[in-house]
């Protein structure tokens, strides 16, 4: 049995809810009760005046909790202390703002949990107008309007269905959408995605061919991503009219709708957020794509993850395809990534808590995440990197649970201009070898040795030093 003791609103509303899990019995004062509508199974004593707790009805049961929420429906001044030495052994819940001190009673801030109240409730705003803002946006754009979709070289599951949403946004709206990318998708679960998830997806490769459809697009939507020219194939100059990223940035950003919210841990829980208040129509294919994206980018909700997203991913899972989220998870992988792991393991290297792991003749860029993802899940160790070679460019993948080290700050600034950063856990990169000091290698030889100087120059930036 529930105890709720009090007889204004809330001790009413909070009565009902517990009536329908357990019997409840509500006691307050019946010149203060007012109960306009049934609550359930739970039985009400209005008392004519404030009692002792020590002679509280109870029916000879011991209740199960006890609820304090207004203390005039009793007698003493130290109600908690009387309540305690009647039922020494059952919970107790109260304002917190109560000044009796007693470690075994729980209390609530009410100043905080008002605070958080309003915090949501703009947030609601804000996610509304949001919605409100970029639906109106692609709508009014001339009919049947060219909409070029960009993600950022080697799109993940978070960059692919975010495109996704978009896509259909704008299809739904009345526009020809397209999605593009530079690089390759390489990694098995991203191909998994592509494939069973039909998601259109047109690769540029020549100059030219971007020329084109940038021309021709009348309006330039950019996921995950905010700073054309680092790690996608925009140009430097190119001004994007529509900009959803989770990332932080440290320069303003240039766009006629810019969504930049670090509070999402996935660009796909801010595109939820703002579906939740579209016309868009969500299908299991949609929620399916959004919620992979999330779980990815929060490793299934053990790296940094927020209210905001759980949100998300509540709204989501009532229409995600739970076999088909399982066939995108559980791919097969290549003799190529399983020969990157093997790799790793024999070259890599450990300074206490950091562990490096150079890869050389890296076949698949996307194999640096899965590797460093297997190394991170590793006793001792709290900061994770592994690089390679391909194409002219030290390819990336940084994983980090230190608490003073923000990864993705950290790898900007010693390699500025887009060429690395990310999250405070995550972090990515592709560094020019020029910009190494070092000439183009041809030779396998040449290979070692550019990763030998890397590794160095690593070493130096995260050895014996927490604190960056």
């Known amino acids: 049995m ?33 109960i306009a509508e049934e609550i359930g199974e739970c039985e009400i004593l209005p008392l004519p005046q404030p009692m002792p707790v020590s002679t509280l009805p109870d029916g000879g049961q011991k209740p199960t909790a006890v609820i304090l929420v207004d203390d005039d429906v009793l007698e003493e001044g130290q109600p908690l202390s009387a309540m305690r030495e009647r039922w020494p052994e059952t919970p107790i819940l109260c304002e ?39 639906e109106s946006y692609i709508r009014h754009l001339p009919s049947n309007s060219k909409v070029a979709i960009f993600c950022h070289d080697n799109p993940d599951p978070d ?66 991503f905010h700073q054309p020219g680092a790690n996608n194939i925009l140009p430097t100059d190119c001004v994007p009219h ?8 440290d320069k303003a ?33 949609l929620a399916t794509a959004l919620s992979f994206g999330l779980r990815t980018d929060t490793l299934s909700f053990t790296r940094s993850f927020n209210q905001v997203d759980l949100r998300a991913l509540m709204w989501l899972n009532t229409w995600v395809d739970d076999e088909l989220l399982q066939s995108i998870q559980a791919p097969l992988r290549t003799p190529e990534t399983l020969e990157s792991f093997r790799q790793a393991l024999t070259t890599m290297i450990q300074h206490d808590r950091l562990v490096l792991a150079p890869i050389k003749n890296l076949v698949h860029r996307d194999d640096l995440a899965q590797v460093a993802d297997f190394l ?61 000091g070092i000439e183009n290698p041809s030779d396998d030889d040449s290979q070692d040795r550019i990763l030998s100087v890397f590794t160095e120059r690593i070493e130096n930036l995260f050895c014996g030093d927490d604190e960056n």
């Open 376 to 436: 991170f899940a590793t006793s001792n160790t709290d900061l994770v990197l592994v690089y390679g070679i391909q194409r002219q460019k030290m390819l990336l993948s940084a994983r980090s649970r230190r608490e003073n080290l923000h990864i993705g700050l950290a790898l900007s600034k010693e390699f500025p201009d887009g060429q690395a950063g990310g999250h405070r856990g995550m972090a990515g990169g592709q560094i020019l070898i020029s910009n190494l």
């Open 253 to 285: 950003v240039s766009a006629d709708v810019a969504f930049l919210r670090p509070e999402y841990s996935a660009t796909s829980s801010l595109i939820a957020n703002l579906l939740m208040n579209m016309s868009l129509e969500m299908t299991p294919r």
């Open 96 to 134: 917190k703002k109560r000044d009796e001190d007693i470690d075994s009673v729980d209390k609530i801030d009410a100043e905080d949990i008002i605070t958080a109240a309003y915090k949501e409730k703009v947030r609601a705003w804000e996610r509304h107008a949001g919605a409100t803002v970029l």
């Open 2 to 34: 529930f105890l709720v003791i009090g007889h204004s609103p809330i001790a009413v509303q909070l009565a009902r809810w517990c009536s329908e899990r357990r019997p409840t019995r509500l006691v307050g004062l019946a010149s203060m009760l007012e």
């Open 159 to 224: 960059a692919l269905s975010s495109a996704l949403a978009m896509h259909e946004l704008v299809a739904s709206l009345g526009h020809q959408p397209t999605i593009y990318h530079g690089g390759l998708i390489e990694h098995q679960q991203n191909q998994a995605m592509v494939r069973l998830l039909e998601i259109p997806l047109r690769r540029i490769i020549l100059d030219w061919e971007l020329e084109d459809v940038l021309n021709e697009a009348e309006c330039i939507i950019t996921v995950d």
């Open 242 to 249: 529509i900009i959803i990223d989770h990332h932080t940035s």
